[in-house]
Every structure is written in structure tokens, then in C-alpha cells.
């Protein structure tokens, strides 16, 4: 079934990550670093993507709701509706503080950043 972009809904996570991201403004914001998946729902929390670092250095990892992602194929990744002014300011953190509690802070403080409907309630 295709998405509103024409897409498949089914993405391979190995073709996900790494992934380059940009945002509204047609910038590169950064790359899918992971992606954080909820094994008691079968569904995914969220993409974690990482930017504003150099060689690793700094680099923050932001928690975003899978759903914001939408692949364009002329620019061979993933766009977000959000600029880069609310992507410096939302949560991040590092990949491991993303997935303390199982993810669940990481997600809730992502879908309420992000004006996302939650998907498990």
C-alpha cells in the first residue's frame, strides 16, 4: 500500500539507517542513526537521528516520530516538516539515554515536541 508520497509503507530498516535527513528548508540536517522499535506494540517509537557534530564529536541524537519521515527520492533521503530552529531546540540526547525506560520518555517528549498523535494510546 503506498503512502501520501507514493511510497510503500514496508521500509527495510538496513536500507533506513544511514539514510541521510533534511528538513523543510531542503538542508541536510543529519542521517538515521537507529531506529527504536516497541516489541510488545509490533510497532516502531521512533528514528533516531543524529546531527550537528563533526567526526562524531557533539553529535546529538534526536529521538524523531517515524511517521514525520518522508522519503524523497530526488534528494535520496528523508525530509521533515520542521525547521532548523525547532530542530536545534528539541529533545535530545545520547542514543543510549533514548532507550533508558525502554524508550518511553524519549518517545512521549518527541510526539509532545513534535505535536505528533501518540499511536499507543
Not at 542513526?33 to 562524531?56: H, P, Q, R, Y
Request: hydrophobic share 35%; proline share 5%.
Amino acid at each position: 500500500m503506498p503512502t501520501a508520497s507514493g511510497h510503500t509503507t514496508a521500509v527495510r530498516a538496513s536500507r533506513a539507517i544511514g539514510t541521510d535527513v533534511y528538513n523543510s528548508d531542503g538542508k541536510k540536517i543529519g542521517k538515521v542513526e537507529d531506529i527504536v522499535l516497541d516489541k510488545t506494540d509490533n510497532s516502531i517509537m521512533f528514528a533516531v537521528v543524529g546531527f550537528g557534530g563533526f567526526l562524531g564529536m557533539g553529535e546529538k541524537f534526536h529521538p524523531l516520530p517515524w511517521a514525520t519521515l518522508d522519503y524523497d527520492r530526488e534528494q535520496e533521503g528523508y525530509v521533515v516538516p520542521f525547521t532548523r530552529e525547532e530542530l536545534e531546540a528539541a529533545p535530545a540526547s545520547s542514543i543510549n539515554e533514548l532507550t533508558r525506560d525502554d524508550g518511553a520518555q524519549a518517545r512521549r517528549e518527541a510526539y509532545s515536541y513534535y505535536k505528533v498523535d501518540p499511536y499507543w494510546t
